[in-house]
């Protein structure tokens, strides 16, 4: 059994991290979260010690160690983007491996200081990449790598997942905190188009704003139209009349991925297989970063080129700005 620590156990996303650990057969020894509505740790770890300051939960890992001879293997970082550098950085530091959500890091070079000290501590960095272990997407990796080694396949992505005004008040809406739309919610795509179609060629930027980013991306095996959006009005109206707010298509040639479901127990077979030794370490996101930097620091050029068809949906104005 490992011993586990986590931080950021109020975000959306830490139960699923919680639910891995317990299913791994592993302890939590304790977690961190600046707010404290975190009942759901009663579901998986009641006696996890829980803190709400950096500095107690520090020093109680610290006396763990010392006071008890109790190791910590892991840490498991679930914390906005833009503290995930400095978190892994503490679970290095602590003497355990890290294990980090996407996006590792917001921009490349951040990925060279952390391999430094990854060789100086001889501890581990992992990224969840949770679409590398579903089904479909390493089918889908299966049948290119095993068709036509010259082909060059037309990808269309389009990620749309709603958010309200909250979205702009939380740390998301900050660009220098999430990176933006192409890096909080594209990022783990751009992973995967990496993954399966090799090396970036090029990288065009359509539109990148508050509500949405949009752009061209050429791989060595594939041709890459992609639109993400967190604005309801973008929608397809046939998704609006079902009551949905999300919708998510991937093609190639024409031809739909089916990968709506089988996304519950990603993490947990995350987590198997860095227990296992064979987790996705600081290089593997090395290119998906690259790309969302781009997207971030780059001109958008509009309509011209090879672009998206959502591409031509009319901007909006940032609901603060009305």
């Known amino acids: 059994m490992k011993n586990f620590a986590l931080i950021g156990a109020s975000g959306y996303i830490a139960p699923r991290h919680m639910k891995a650990i317990k299913e791994t057969d592993n302890n939590l020894l304790a977690a961190l979260d600046k707010n404290d509505s975190v009942g759901i740790i009663d579901s998986y770890f009641p006696d996890a010690d829980f803190f709400t300051e950096y500095e107690r939960f520090d020093r109680h890992i610290s006396k763990l160690k010392y006071d008890q001879n109790v190791v910590l293997d892991y840490v498991s970082i679930c ?59 390493i089918a889908l990796k299966q049948k290119i790598e095993n068709g036509p080694k010259d082909k060059i396949y037309d990808v269309d992505l389009t ?11 939380s740390w998301k809406g900050d660009v220098s905190k999430s990176g933006g739309i ?26 990148n704003t508050h509500d949405r980013s949009a752009g061209y991306l050429e791989f060595e095996r594939a041709r890459v139209r992609w639109f993400l959006s967190i604005n309801y009005n973008v929608l397809p109206e046939a998704i609006k009349e079902k009551g949905q707010r999300t919708y998510r298509s991937i093609t190639i040639e024409g031809e739909e991925l089916e990968f709506s479901g089988g996304f519950t127990d990603l993490h947990t077979v995350s987590y198997q297989e860095i227990l296992k030794g064979n987790g996705y370490g600081i290089e593997a996101p090395r290119q998906a970063i690259e790309i969302v930097h781009q997207v971030r620091h780059s001109d958008p050029i509009g309509a011209k080129g090879d672009y998206h068809p959502f591409v031509k949906k009319p901007l909006e104005k940032h609901p603060f700005n009305l």
Not at 92 to 109: F, M, S, T, Y
Not at 160 to 169: E, I, N, P
Not at 182 to 189: D, K, L, R, S
């Open 79 to 137: 914390t906005p983007n833009y503290l995930h550098d400095a978190h892994i950085r503490f679970a290095l530091r602590q003497g355990a491996d890290a294990i980090c959500e996407k996006p590792l890091v917001l921009n490349p070079w951040n990925i060279d200081a952390l391999s430094k000290i990854e060789k100086e501590t001889g501890k581990n960095i992992y990224n969840i990449l949770q679409l590398r272990v579903h089904p479909s997407i």
């Open 159 to 169: 990620y749309l997942t709603s958010r309200g005004h909250w979205y702009y008040t």
């Open 182 to 207: 192409a890096t909080n919610i594209g990022v783990h795509f751009f992973d995967m188009l990496s993954w399966i179609f090799g090396e970036l060629k090029q990288n065009v930027i359509h539109v």
